[in-house]
């Protein structure tokens, strides 16, 4: 029997995650989803997938804390033998502006969204490189491209993101890896919690499709980034924001 494809997956409990896991599945990957603290978003998650008749496991650790990190992914890869795809998208905003930010939230914004995102490409480096072929897909976001007033040290890891992806892709294309970046502009998701019903309308008008966008749409441009059929690109950012940015 032909083994199936793994994808691993990050801040899969929900939202944008949860519908990339759903994505994967529906395309027969198996998938391991990755939480740090939303154990009961993690289990919907994987009842989910496997109603796509996959395997779907649950693994619980801070992508912010590499040695956690590290230990993950040692027994992903002894259960799973290795990782086809790995998407990172663990990540979290706080929308205050910089003087108000206090200081625990720099430091959970630059560690979730930016180290985190590199700590578990460290910890598959290795057997990437090892089994010559792969894909990495980093989530950023348009304010990593564009900046956001009361978003400043977001947009820095999210900047950073893009920048590790670019640079990333370059060293790891000799392998085969393929890495790039999607940039989701405004999605329905729980980062809008923190606006007004008439805030998220507004942002509605703003965009140039009229709407604000879905997790599954983004789930597809990871998807289109992160499979075999994605043979030659690499170090690319691909927006999904209805037009916003261009």
Request: proline fraction near 2%; charged fraction near 20%.
């Amino acid at each position: 029997m032909v083994k199936r494809k793994t994808v691993l997956i990050t801040g899969a409990s929900g939202g944008i995650g949860s519908a990339i896991a759903e994505y994967y599945a529906y395309k027969g990957y198996d998938v391991i989803v990755c939480c740090h603290r939303n154990d009961v978003g993690a289990d919907a998650t994987v009842k989910l997938v496997k109603g796509y008749t996959v395997n779907a496991v649950k693994l619980c650790f801070d992508v912010a804390d590499a040695e956690q990190t590290e230990r993950a992914v040692r027994g992903v890869l002894r259960d799973f033998g290795g990782v086809d795809v790995l998407v990172n998208n663990a990540g979290v905003a706080c929308i205050r502006d910089l003087k108000a930010l206090p200081t625990d939230k720099i430091d959970e914004m630059l560690s979730v969204n930016l180290k985190g995102t590199i700590n578990t490409v460290r910890a598959l480096y290795d057997s990437f490189v090892a089994q010559k072929h792969g894909f990495i897909v980093n989530l950023a976001s348009m304010w990593g491209e564009t900046g956001a007033s009361c978003e400043a040290v977001y947009s820095a890891a999210k900047a950073g993101v893009i920048g590790f992806t670019k640079a990333l892709s370059k060293e790891l294309a000799p392998c085969n890896v393929l890495v790039n970046c999607v940039s989701p502009g405004v999605i329905a998701t729980k980062m809008l919690d923190e606006l007004s019903d008439n805030d998220i309308e507004e942002l509605g008008k703003a965009i140039p499709l009229g709407r604000i966008g879905t997790p599954m749409e983004v789930a597809k441009a990871v998807f289109f980034l992160g499979n075999s059929e994605n043979t030659y690109i690499t170090g690319e950012v691909l927006r999904v924001n209805g037009g916003i940015l261009i």
